[in-house]
């Protein structure tokens, strides 16, 4: 992990509350791997204080790019950005998703809810790289909360959307239509996935199931990043024993049967 | 050449900036980012005696210049930690300071106890105060005469310099900095966080579960300031200034006010390098105004009567 005080913007996409910025930073997109997150500093002033936690989006060259949606103050400050701004960034920080070698010729499922879409671009290179392939289920309230999903059509990812109102894509919950999808005959030997807890919850029960492996990516607020603050912590099973572990460190991808879901756990 | 170097009674340190327990981990978190060897020291996150879980998340909460926390001292205890950690830190030559926590006082001199056959710490600081475990809202930094016994008893079982850490959650913190001194501590160190809360009115739920928990961060400096120029003027142990620094010039004002040295907190969150950043604007600071030792500076605070 290394510290960039001055990584350039160099490119600025927005959709409404939503936002993708390529960030100019050699040491950290080298080594930066899919399901790994940023810390960046979204303001040089006391308020708001500390750094925001972002998935890598993509890394390539010397780029690497977050995605985020505009959720609070830190978001907006952030959003205001322009073109040739720098900006303070530390990563890659956390363990991200494991792509292992038996993926050739496989086919992983990826699911997204909303900007929880973050990580998995950047999954769907890499598992394509490694000869697999990656199905993408994308879903969010609305049409609007579906903005990246250019991305994947155009590096010719298999992408399924959904909307709760209809408005785009199979109306109704994207578990929903995972699940139809299962059922007529869709076959996976991976599951990844990030978005709001519930959804994630029901992932996991989903998998457990199918009985295939699954690794989701949790989001929590973190006062570092780096394993310093013991902020970020969520009921894990670490070995045999549960207890509060640092996401940032553990995580933020976890094997699914790690993650203890219970009440004010994951919300 | 500018000496940095400041004396805390036998403790020797090259510079006057510390790292604050609680937010430097256990110190390996940060080489990725620094040579831990430029700090003045580092003390490391809380021990108590066995390994402790903490509170449920969510355990921060950002507010105006500040962070509210309520980590509730989760760590891995100090066998765990002299066993895995200790020998990566005594690598490094600078002062390496453990804080030591107890749910009684027994428990205070059985921590201190074991770190003393260890070799490669510099001294004990002696968390009385945090505000995050308290069982029925008392820690011995609130009473004097709590203050005083458990400073005496681990004074009389520590083979190291002891600073006591001290909470600014009390009416008067000159009478908790006098017992500490009058027990034997060797130094006291201020302040550790106060205590706290914040609201979501949608849910009207307390933010942190906990309910309550320390602020810490910008937003405390002028208070802590003001706590540590006091208790420097009436107390003869050295003073440690703690309490939202995150400059050189931060850090400056706290030792013209009568701090010996100071320990950077939150600002480490932010800003991994922030405690070297400080040592070089201090130094910077020393070569603007002509000063060849930073020791010069302590406690020159210039009250026109």
């Known amino acids: 992990m290394k510290k960039d005080s001055r990584a350039q913007i160099t490119r600025k996409e927005s959709w409404r509350e939503y936002f993708l910025l390529s960030l100019e930073s050699p040491a950290i997109a080298q080594n930066a791997q899919p399901g790994q997150f940023l810390m960046v500093r979204a303001s040089v002033d006391t308020h708001p204080l500390l750094r925001r936690p972002f998935s890598i989006f993509s890394a390539e060259g010397k780029s690497v790019e977050i995605f985020f949606q505009k959720v609070g103050l830190g978001t907006r400050l952030l959003s205001e950005k322009q073109e040739g701004d720098t900006i303070d960034i530390i990563g890659p920080l956390g363990r991200g ?3 292992k070698k038996e993926i050739r010729g496989k086919h992983s499922a990826l699911i997204g809810g909303g900007r ?106 973190m006062g570092c990043g780096f394993g310093a603050c013991w902020g970020c912590v969520k009921r894990i099973r670490k070995g045999q024993e549960p207890g509060w572990h640092k996401i940032c460190e553990e995580g933020p991808v976890l094997k699914a049967e790690d993650i203890i879901w219970e009440l004010g756990n994951n919300d | 050449m500018i000496d940095l170097s400041v004396n805390i009674g036998s403790l020797r340190l090259k510079n006057p900036v510390l790292a604050a327990s609680g937010t430097f981990g256990y110190g390996m978190e940060f080489t ?69 926590c107890g749910e009684n006082e027994e428990e205070y001199a059985s921590v201190v106890e074991y770190l003393n056959s260890h070799e490669g710490i510099a001294a004990y600081e002696l968390n009385i105060s945090c505000p995050n475990v308290e069982k029925g809202g008392m820690c011995p930094a609130l009473k004097p005469d709590l203050t005083y016994s458990v400073v005496k008893l681990v004074r009389s079982v520590s083979s190291r310099p002891l600073i006591t850490k001290l909470s600014p959650n009390v009416s008067d913190i000159v009478e908790i900095a006098l017992s500490a001194q009058e027990a034997g501590s060797d130094a006291v160190s201020l302040v550790n966080t106060f205590l706290a809360m914040a609201v979501d009115v949608d849910t009207k739920q307390p933010k942190l579960t906990n309910v309550f928990g320390g602020l810490s961060g910008p937003a405390i400096k002028p208070i802590a300031l003001r706590m540590v120029f006091q208790v420097a003027s009436q107390i003869n142990i050295p003073v440690i200034g703690i309490g939202g620094i995150m400059s050189g010039e931060d850090a400056l004002e706290y030792l013209i006010c ?36 930073i020791e010069d500076i302590i406690g020159t605070l210039d009250v026109k009567q």
């Open chain 1, 97 to 99: 998703f494991t792509v």
């Open chain 1, 116 to 221: 929880g879409i973050a990580p998995l671009y950047f999954l769907s290179q890499k598992l394509k790289a490694h000869g697999g392939t990656a199905r993408v289920f994308y879903g969010g309230k609305s049409v609007e909360d579906l903005p990246v999903r250019e991305r994947f059509e155009k590096s010719g990812t298999t992408l399924s959307c959904t909307t709760e109102d209809g408005s785009f894509g199979t109306r109704g919950q994207i578990t929903e239509a995972f699940e139809a999808e299962l059922n007529n005959g869709f076959t996976v030997s991976r599951i990844y996935a990030c978005g709001p807890e519930l959804m994630l919850k029901k992932i996991a029960e989903i998998a457990a199931a199918l009985n295939v492996p699954a690794e989701l990516s949790l989001e929590s607020v």
């Open chain 2, 258 to 293: 009568g701090a010996k040295a100071v320990e950077v907190g939150t600002s480490n969150f932010i800003d991994p390098e922030s405690c070297l950043t400080i040592v070089q604007e201090l130094e910077r600071y020393c070569q603007t105004h002509g000063i060849s030792r």
């Open chain 2, 32 to 100: 990725p980012f620094m040579d831990l060897n430029e700090l003045g020291g580092f003390v490391v996150k809380g021990l108590y005696f066995s390994p402790r879980e903490g509170n449920p998340p969510p355990r921060l909460v950002e507010t105006a210049s500040g962070l509210i926390n309520a980590i509730g001292l989760q760590g891995i205890g100090v066998k765990r930690f002299c066993k895995e950690i200790l020998p990566q830190l005594r690598a490094y030559q600078t002062a390496l300071i453990v804080n030591v």
